[in-house]
C-alpha cells in the first residue's frame, strides 16, 4: 500500500492550492483520512479529518479556509487551501486507516509530505 500526496508548492498571501492523496494497492476499505502538516521546529498537527461516510473536523487554524473532501472510488482525499497565509508554510503530510487483502486488522499508512510555501 502506497499514499501519494502532490499538489505542494509556492503561493502568494491570499493565494489557493489543492494538496491529493492517492492511495493505492491491495485496499478492501479505506476509513478515515486525514491531513496533517509540520513545519520547521514545530510539532506535527492535524489539518483535517475525514471519515469513510464524509464526517469532516478541522483544526482552529484553518477552520473557513481550507475543505477537506474525499472520492472513495478513486482511494483520494483532497484538501482545497484558500485564503493562505505565510503561517500556513509547512510539509503537509496525509494518512489513511485502512485494511487490506490478505492482512487481518486496520492499518495506518502516512504518505510522503508535500511542501506548501506562502510568501509573496
Known amino acids: 500500500v502506497q499514499l501519494q500526496a502532490s499538489g505542494g508548492g509556492l503561493v502568494q498571501p491570499g493565494g489557493s492550492l489543492r494538496l491529493s492523496c492517492a492511495a493505492s494497492?491491495?485496499?478492501?476499505?479505506?476509513?478515515?483520512m486525514r491531513w496533517y502538516r509540520q513545519a520547521p521546529g514545530k510539532q506535527r498537527e492535524l489539518v483535517a479529518g475525514?471519515?469513510?461516510?464524509?464526517?469532516?473536523n478541522y483544526g482552529d487554524s484553518v477552520k473557513g479556509r481550507f475543505t477537506i473532501s474525499r472520492d472513495n472510488a478513486k482511494n483520494t482525499m483532497y484538501l482545497q487551501m484558500n485564503s493562505l497565509k505565510p503561517e500556513d508554510t509547512a510539509a503537509y503530510f496525509c494518512n489513511a486507516d485502512l485494511s487490506e487483502r490478505y492482512r487481518y486488522g486496520v492499518r495506518t499508512y502516512w504518505g510522503q509530505g508535500t511542501q506548501v510555501t506562502v510568501s509573496s
Open positions: 494497492g491491495s485496499i478492501v476499505s479505506i476509513n478515515d
Open positions: 475525514i471519515t469513510s461516510t464524509g464526517s469532516t
